[in-house]
């Protein structure tokens, strides 16, 4: 079955760099367009970005732009994502998602999540 | 940016119909996707391109999309559909996805 398996949480002081990653299988990697997605303590779902099938090309939300970088290897069916300049706002669970082989569809499936929390 | 409405909380009592609802300036012409999200866990895909449902989300969910407003609606709430439902598009004008705020659904 398609399944999104991320990496453990993480502790992280304001200032420094995350990076998550989510390892896909079930279903041919290189086929599909993933995003990720983030949700702050207690709040709404907020998408980050996108990356294609490829791993060439990428579309990140304004508000995170310049401070997060998506990739992907094929090879290993892993995606990633970096986020930089930390700061106590950004604490929050960061799941990852499978898109279709559209960019504009719907995410299914996601992965279990990983909490990012910022803390000095 | 665009901006997708929801009503904070809806309450209904088990076997009664629940409708969710999503508020966008002309949604009806955009695909619109929903997700339940319970406590703890990962949000899932419960209806795409406002109607279509994935396999293994029951029937009594269902959705439309027209004007101002798309909807899901559970026919028949039991309570194991308690949970938060979000609203999803993507924007073409701005190339970006957008969510609504959510909706917490309680089952009285």
């Known amino acids: 079955q398609v399944q999104l398996v991320q990496s453990g949480a993480e502790v992280k002081k304001p200032g420094s760099s995350v990076k998550v990653s989510c390892k896909a299988s079930g279903y041919t990697f290189s086929s599909y367009y993933m995003h990720w997605v983030r949700q702050a303590p207690g709040q709404g779902l907020e998408w980050m970005g996108i990356i294609d099938p490829s791993g060439t090309s990428t579309n990140y939300a304004q508000k995170f732009k310049g401070r997060v970088t998506v990739t992907r290897d094929t090879s290993t069916s892993t995606l990633y994502m970096e986020l930089s300049s930390l700061r106590s706002e950004d604490t929050a669970v960061y799941y990852c998602a499978r898109g279709t082989a559209s960019p504009i569809d719907w995410f299914d499936p996601w992965g279990q999540g990983t909490l990012v929390t910022v803390s000095s | 940016s665009y901006v997708l409405t929801q009503p904070p909380s809806v309450s209904v009592a088990p076997g009664m119909p629940a409708r969710i609802t999503c508020g966008g300036n002309n949604i009806g012409s955009k695909s619109v996707h929903w997700y339940q999200q319970k406590p703890g866990q990962a949000p899932v895909l419960v209806m795409y391109y406002d109607r279509d449902r994935p396999s293994g989300i029951p029937e009594r969910f269902s959705g439309s999309n027209s004007g101002n407003t798309a909807t899901l609606t559970i026919s028949r709430v039991e309570a194991g559909d308690e949970a938060d439902y979000y609203c999803?598009?993507?924007?073409?004008?701005?190339?970006?996805?957008?969510f609504g705020g959510g909706t917490k659904l309680t089952v009285l």
């Open positions: 999803q598009v993507w924007d073409s004008s701005s190339d970006q996805w957008v």
